[in-house]
């Protein structure tokens, strides 16, 4: 059969093999896609008889949960943007508003700008999607029975359409979530003046990923508190186990704990086959993202070194 046919009445299977609650955007515009041409959709249950299936795997992990189906086509990070099975959806459907009904969520979901400036040697998204651009407004994807929107976009505040996001958001009076996060260089006092009037869903996200960038990093969050943005109701995530020590992470933690904000340690995981710069035991790197990121805030009450000999195994991890 053609690909991409809208010619022929189809009954259609799409399955989420990560599953995690988190709705799949592209399954969604599929399913809207195909429902537009009269086409009976089924979501997750890979016994039903249909005549095309469409699997989507954003986690490597998950992709041993492939079903035996065809004829079948597979999409997302997880089967890799470069292999051969890989398929991109297509402008027609890239563009079409999501099928929100699918995952019965209470929110829209979208980009408004695809690429990202930054070549951070542990980030896909930049071989992925290329350089930085525009690519919708919110009016593309935003179904206006939802006031929420969770913006999806990997660099917003890198993009030339990053005011007529949030001027739209503001003038719509709808609440936001910066799902990505947001780059604290490149945080001005226009674009805090924006972010400081926005209603949010979450905290604002922040990333605070090496110690080499702490300049930028204090003058961006200075700049937030000129805004009158409230320190503590941010959220500052800071990798850990790629190119960094134990003592540059304690560092890090100890300065954005200065600031009042909520930090949240994220353990590398190999993507793309490029592997951490520095030697870390994995126990140290666990133990470690715990004490940090638990909800008690353990790291507030005692030190790294107390937390390993209360969990007893402090002997299998080296305290430098």
């Not at 955007?25 to 469409?54: C, R």
């Not at 035996?68 to 089967?79: K, Q, S, Y």
């Not at 990997?154 to 799902?179: C, G, I």
Request: charged share 25%; net charge positive; hydrophobic share 40%.
């Amino acid at each position: 059969m053609e690909l991409w046919s809208d010619s022929v009445i189809m009954k259609v299977g799409l399955i989420d093999l990560d599953n995690t609650g988190f709705p799949n955007l592209a399954l969604m515009k599929l399913s809207a896609w195909h429902k537009k041409k009269g086409d009976e959709i089924s979501f997750n249950f890979p016994l039903n008889e249909v005549d095309q299936t469409y699997v989507s795997c954003v986690f490597p992990k998950n992709r041993h949960k492939l079903p035996a189906v065809d004829p079948v086509i597979f999409g997302g990070t997880g089967f890799g943007w470069q292999g051969i099975y890989y398929s991109e959806l297509p402008p027609q459907i890239e563009h079409t508003k999501p099928d929100y009904s699918l995952y019965n969520t209470t929110a829209s979901y979208g980009f408004t700008s695809r690429g990202c400036i930054r070549h951070c040697r542990w980030c896909i998204v930049p071989e992925k999607e290329g350089e930085i651009r525009p690519h919708a407004s919110i009016y593309e994807f935003w179904d206006r029975k939802f006031r929420d929107i969770i913006l999806l976009d990997n660099n917003l505040l890198a993009s030339p359409n990053w005011q007529v996001t949030l001027t739209a958001l503001l003038m719509e009076n709808l609440r936001v979530d910066f799902n990505q996060g947001l780059d604290i260089r490149l945080v001005t006092h226009e674009k805090a003046s924006y972010l400081a009037r926005l209603k949010l869903i979450k905290r604002l996200r922040f990333a605070f990923d090496d110690i080499r960038i702490e300049k930028q990093f204090r003058s961006g969050i200075d700049t937030l508190k000129k805004a009158k943005i409230t320190l503590s109701s941010l959220s500052i995530y800071f990798l850990i186990g790629f190119n960094s020590s134990l003592e540059e992470d304690l560092e890090r933690l100890r300065i954005i704990q200065g600031y009042g904000a909520s930090p949240f340690a994220m353990k590398y995981e190999e993507v793309n086959g490029v592997k951490a710069t520095v030697d870390r035991s994995d126990r140290e790197l666990h133990e470690f993202a715990r004490w940090v990121n638990l909800p008690h805030g353990y790291y507030k009450h005692f030190s790294f070194g107390k937390w390993l000999e209360i969990r007893g195994v402090k002997s299998e991890v080296k305290i430098r």
